[in-house]
């Protein structure tokens, strides 16, 4: 059976579905995701940008240019304010997605923390999964 993997919104506006499991799985501490979850950490999954079809909605877009000078785009719903998507320019064969914009989250295994020097003190890291203090030490793969 092909993989079909769906998710949406707070207000149902936007929905979209992938058709591949994800790449890997992330938790990110970065300051700048935790302002735009609201929350930390991120919790995130990378698919390969053509597995991801929006299917309904068009979601809203923020661009911001990172410390390190890459860009990155967050896709939120413009009517409820959910986030969904972030967009990196170095890695643009990726799409990576909200974890809690999934229908169903219960297959989510965490693969790895990142920047995880920024998380705040109280913040509990689950034993056992890679924890990094920045970025990746190197790119997922993205083909
Ligand atoms: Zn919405
Ligand atoms: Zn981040």
Redesign the pocket.
């Known amino acids: 059976m092909a993989t079909r993997l769906t998710g949406?919104?707070?207000?149902?506006?936007?929905r979209f579905a992938a058709s591949a499991e994800p790449l890997s799985t992330l938790a990110c501490h970065c300051a700048d995701c935790q302002r735009y979850i609201g929350g930390a950490p991120a919790y995130q999954m990378a698919f390969k940008r053509e597995a991801v079809a929006i299917e309904q909605?068009e979601p809203r877009r923020f661009v911001k240019t990172a410390d390190s000078g890459d860009t990155i785009t967050r896709l939120f719903?413009?009517?409820?304010?959910?986030p969904l998507f972030t967009d990196l320019s170095k890695l643009p064969g990726l799409m990576i997605v909200n974890a809690g914009a999934m229908d169903d989250q219960s297959n989510f295994k965490l693969a790895a923390h990142i920047f995880a020097a920024s998380a705040p003190h109280w913040h509990t890291f689950e034993p056992n999964i890679p924890r990094h203090d920045g970025d990746f030490p190197r790119r997922p793969a993205t083909t």
Request: negative net charge; hydrophobic residues 20%.
């Open positions: 949406g919104c707070l207000c149902g506006e936007i909605g719903c413009g009517a409820c304010g959910s």
